[in-house]
């Protein structure tokens, strides 16, 4: 007759002699079995031969899952047990939509921004490109007996000849154009720091050809040229005339064009310049910004190289999309753009027939549709502006047609006064990081596991080792 121990609750009657079970040894060891094989010589996983129930009851007692104990005590009331398995059962739910969702944060690559301000002792100052609205000197025109010419230029759109092919647009614009001193307002002051304000003249000014015809930038290039002072009475102050006399009679908007910009950035005049009305004092005020972007998978920033252009910028990488895009389709390129050795310059009748017919790349939309691939720069500086204008007073109006030899009403509708400068020393830092990295996923995790199971990472080891010895004790049944 078999005897079972009062205080042994897990000894097992009938079938299985001298099985014994304990909390804190995994070993179940059937006696006779183990004798007759140390017997036979013969050495054996003594496991393989334990039924499945009694393999899996051993391991929920030993693996680290709280609860799961209580919900196989014996020693318990089936209702009591059934609790406990409802509570296990709910706090696996709950671990694995945890971990579910956590691995959907991971994947969708968060980023956060941070934004900060910092203030300098001095900063470097931006190019500024000037663009006179009227884009020929009729007079200039008039001399060289091309004004029918001017007027195929856009926007005028005058349908061209055949016999417009030998027209070079670099070389028209330049006779054409407006010098400098044609254009000089007889003041240009240059103030980077408190108390000292030198002069500028023609030659802090550099020509370029732009798509609003001959331009002038002040601070092009490598100059490296900084500010040490705030405020309006600092910075570039110029003094223009617009020379309505001299304008076409399709040009509808008097003035310049101006636009502040990094030295080695396209200008881009026509499409992101600010309009200076003529008659008044216009104050631009600027604020240097820089941001830190965040590459794939976080973001869509991009740096590299240009063949064109000297730097990445979104702006330079459009401009070198359309440029190739126009070299490709029309076999020639636009006169704004860099030169290509051993392609020719479009003339008018290129633009009527073929460019004008092409896309041209002003926006995210049209880029995309030539595959351009213009994303922001990884790291780039740009420049927020604030604009402020106010009429000139009819005594600077006086005073000014009495030095020049012109009309107050002249001085009114002619005279430009602008002023570009830092409204404060500092500049605005945007930083883009990864803000659910892989190390707090793995922390997500292990509080998954924790918080109602009382899981480690371990005891996923645990399971995984357990799936695999029951693999093994499964295959090692069918082959013995």
């Known amino acids: ?34 004798k007759q094989n140390h017997g036979n010589g013969k050495k054996t996983d003594t496991n393989a031969n334990l039924p ?50 956590r691995f959907a944060t991971f994947a969708g690559n968060p980023v956060s921004v941070n934004i900060a301000v910092h203030h300098k002792d001095s900063l470097q100052f931006p190019t500024v490109t000037i663009c006179n609205n009227n884009v020929f000197n009729a007079s200039s025109l008039s001399a060289n007996n091309e004004s029918g010419v001017a007027y195929m230029y856009p926007p005028h759109r005058l349908t061209p000849t055949p016999f417009a092919s030998s027209v070079n647009w670099t070389d028209f614009h330049i006779r054409n154009g407006y ?35 001959l331009c002038y930038q002040f601070n092009w290039g490598d100059t490296n040229l900084k500010t040490w002072v705030e405020g309006s009475s600092n910075g570039l102050t110029l003094h223009l005339w617009t020379a309505q006399e001299e304008a076409l009679s399709s040009v509808f908007t008097a003035g310049y064009t101006v636009r502040v910009h990094n030295p080695h950035e396209f200008p881009e005049i026509r499409s992101r310049g600010l309009l200076v009305a003529p008659g008044a004092t216009t104050q631009l005020s600027i604020k240097q910004a820089r941001a830190q972007n965040l590459p794939s998978p976080y973001g869509n920033c ?14 330079n990488c459009m401009a070198e999309c359309n440029h190739k895009n126009i070299m490709q389709k029309c076999g020639c390129r636009l006169h704004y753009y860099p030169p290509v050795a051993g392609t020719r310059e479009c003339s008018p009748y290129d633009v009527y027939t073929c460019v004008g017919q ?17 994303s922001e720069p990884c790291s780039g500086v740009s420049y927020q502006h604030g604009v402020t204008h106010s009429r000139i007073s009819d005594s600077y109006a006086n005073y000014s047609a009495t030095i020049t030899g012109k009309s107050p009403e002249y001085v009114k509708s002619n005279y430009v006064i602008l002023k570009v400068y830092y409204s404060d020393l500092s500049y605005q830092e945007t930083i883009q990081s990864a803000s659910y990295p892989f190390l707090t996923l793995l922390a997500d995790i292990g509080g998954a596991l924790g918080l109602v199971l009382g899981m480690t990472m371990m005891t996923l080891v645990e399971v995984v080792d357990f799936c695999f010895q029951l693999c093994w004790l499964q295959f090692y049944k069918r082959k013995t």
């Open 1 to 34: 007759m078999n005897h079972v121990e009062d205080n042994d609750p897990f000894a097992v009657q009938e079938n299985v002699k001298y099985v014994t079970f304990t909390r804190t040894s995994s070993t179940v060891l059937d006696t006779s079995q183990e």
């Open 358 to 374: 092409q896309l041209v790349i002003d926006s995210d939309e049209k880029a995309a549709a030539l595959n351009c691939d213009c």
């Open 179 to 213: 010098e400098f001193e044609n254009i000089y307002g007889g003041f240009c002051a240059w103030g980077a720091s408190s108390g000292s304000v030198s002069t500028c003249s023609a030659a802090n000014f550099t020509p370029v050809v732009t798509e609003m015809g």
């Open 52 to 101: 499945l129930s009694i393999y899996l009851t051993n391991f929920a007692n030993e693996v680290s899952i709280l609860g799961l104990k209580q919900a196989i005590n014996p020693k318990f009331s089936l209702f009591r047990r059934f609790i406990w398995g409802l509570c296990v059962m709910g706090g696996m739910i709950c671990m694995f939509y945890h971990i579910y969702n």
């Open 302 to 315: 991009r740096d590299g190289s240009l063949t064109y252009f000297r730097e990445y910028s979104k702006v």
